[in-house]
Antibody
Framework: EVQLVETGGGLIQPGGSLSLSCAASGFIVRNYDMSWVRQTPEKGLEWVSIFYSSDTTSYADSVRGRFTISRDNSKNTLDLQMIGLRAEDTAVYYC????????????????WGQGTVVTVSS | DIQMTQSPSSLSASVGHRITITCRASQSIGIYLNWYQQKPGKAPKLLIYTTFNLQVGVPSRFSGSGSGTDFTLTIDSLQPEDFATYFCQQSHTLPWTFGLGTSVEI
């Protein structure tokens, strides 16, 4: 059974740093494209970043230069390091595995973790 | 970025009824359109991918159609467990973008 468990969320002051981790079980993370997606009541769902199985990455403009996505093959985890946090980064952050059979796209987001809450506030 | 516009933002329906939710993309996305269901306090769940393909385990009362910029999600014979929020998402071009959701209420 595929399982994704996010940890690392919390309350952080503006300008601070935080690292999220997603522990995967039931599959090997390096064999899949994996993303972080965040959600707020105000802005809805927002794709944040992807780590492709090919070891390349991509970021949303809103986080590029501040967030770094990485993968730890030995631990089978996907991580997101966030620096320079802003109030608008406040959200529930989900770790997501892309489904295969998506006509060449990695954007069919088939498996989601339960989410971890990041609150940026003074 | 490709903008995704869903309508309606909410709707009320009864068990057994048929409902349709529409999603419009700001530019052509072929059939790279996915639908998700989300219940309160839970993560979104992929229902339909690339316009009309049902994710494994999704009941056949759910169906999707469309191409280019206009898409629909139809639920035939609404069941109590279908009351939730539904989101569309384009997987054509990064950054993948989502609609703001349609809340289906009793």
């Amino acid at each position: 059974e595929v399982q994704l468990v996010e940890t690392g969320g919390g309350l952080i002051q503006p300008g601070g740093s935080l690292s999220l981790s997603c522990a995967a079980s039931g599959f090997i993370v390096r064999n899949y494209d994996m993303s972080w997606v965040r959600q707020t009541p105000e802005k809805g769902l927002e794709w944040v970043s992807i780590f492709y199985s090919s070891d390349t990455t991509s970021y949303a403009d809103s986080v590029r230069g501040r967030f770094t996505i990485s993968r730890d093959n030995s631990k089978n985890t996907l991580d997101l390091q966030m620096i320079g946090l802003r109030a608008e980064d406040t959200a529930v952050y989900y770790c997501v595995r892309s489904s295969r059979g998506c006509m060449g796209s990695s954007g069919c987001l088939g498996d989601w973790g339960q989410g971890t809450v990041v609150t940026v506030s003074s | 970025d490709i903008q995704m516009t869903q309508s309606p933002s909410s709707l009320s329906a009864s068990v057994g009824h048929r409902i349709t939710i529409t999603c419009r993309a700001s530019q052509s996305i072929g059939i790279y359109l996915n639908w998700y269901q989300q219940k309160p306090g839970k993560a979104p769940k992929l229902l339909i991918y690339t316009t009309f393909n049902l994710q494994v385990g999704v009941p056949s009362r759910f169906s999707g159609s469309g191409s280019g910029t206009d898409f629909t999600l139809t639920i035939d014979s609404l069941q109590p467990e279908d009351f939730a929020t539904y989101f569309c998402q384009q997987s054509h071009t990064l950054p993948w973008t989502f609609g703001l959701g349609t809340s289906v209420e009793i």
